[in-house]
């Protein structure tokens, strides 16, 4: 099973940036997407942005789009750049992908390893 592991979040004001990292710690399974999604209190989690196996798909949500950019380097290590910031994107995110599968989906039932998540929080 492939472990992921987030880093990056933090407490910042509106308009700020951050960047999230995710690493995945399987080697045996290069081509799989890596898919990012959040869950704020009380709320269920929602997909935020994916990117295939090679980087060439890429998605975001609509209530990312613009603001948010996702990419990849080398084979198991993405990220989550997040720019201009609203205090309605505060959150616990938490990257995820399928070990049997090159490309993503938005929905949770289509990825099969998840990370522990990492808070972000953003003030007004």
């Known amino acids: 099973q492939a472990q992921l592991v987030e880093s990056g979040g933090g407490l910042v004001q509106a308009g700020a940036s951050l960047r999230l990292s995710c690493v995945v710690s399987?080697?045996?399974?290069?081509?799989?997407?890596v898919g990012w999604f959040r869950q704020a209190p009380g709320k269920e989690r929602e997909w935020v942005a994916a990117?295939?196996?090679?980087?060439?798909?890429i998605g975001y949500a609509d209530s990312v789009r613009g603001r948010f950019s996702i990419s990849r380097s080398g084979t198991n290590t993405a990220y989550l750049y997040m720019n201009n910031l609203r205090p309605e994107d505060t959150a616990i995110y938490y990257c995820?992908?399928?070990?049997?599968?090159?490309?993503?989906?938005?929905?949770?039932?289509?990825?099969?390893?998840w990370g522990q998540g990492t808070q972000v929080t953003v003030s007004s």
């Open positions: 990117v295939d196996w090679n980087g060439g798909h």
């Open positions: 995820a992908t399928h070990r049997e599968r090159s490309d993503w989906g938005t929905e949770v039932s289509d990825y099969t390893d």
């Open positions: 399987e080697r045996t399974y290069t081509w799989y997407p």
